[in-house]
């Protein structure tokens, strides 16, 4: 059974930084491409960041080139999220999941950007 544990997220003034960190269990890691999603305040899900099962392919959100790095370790099933240059608008529950839609996600880790 997929079992996806979301870390690392807090409050952050605007150009701030924090890394997420998403444990996985219940699955073969090391073969799957892993995404993040995230959900902001009364919106749905957006897909934001995704990589290759051997990390060298990563694809972002138009809004999150250059600020946003997505990277993994797989001897320790765990995919990470830099957040870079934070802005409000990134605020919401960031979450990590076997694809884009957000499929097998955790519970999230909450990411809140104000001065």
């Known amino acids: 059974q997929v079992h996806l544990v979301e870390s690392g997220g807090g409050l952050v003034q605007p150009g701030g930084s924090l890394r997420l960190s998403c444990v996985a269990s219940?699955?073969?890691?090391?073969?799957?491409?892993m995404h993040w999603v995230r959900q902001a305040p009364g919106k749905g899900l957006e897909w934001v960041s995704t990589i290759a099962p051997g990390g060298n392919i990563t694809h972002y959100m138009e809004s999150a080139k250059g600020r946003f790095a997505i990277s993994r370790d797989n001897a320790k099933n765990t995919v990470y999220l830099l957040l870079d240059d934070l802005q409000p608008e990134d605020t919401g529950l960031y979450y990590c999941?076997?694809?884009?839609?957000?499929?097998?996600r955790g519970r999230g880790t909450q990411v809140t950007v104000s001065s």
């Open positions: 219940g699955f073969d890691f090391k073969f799957y491409r």
């Open positions: 999941a076997t694809n884009e839609r957000g499929g097998n």
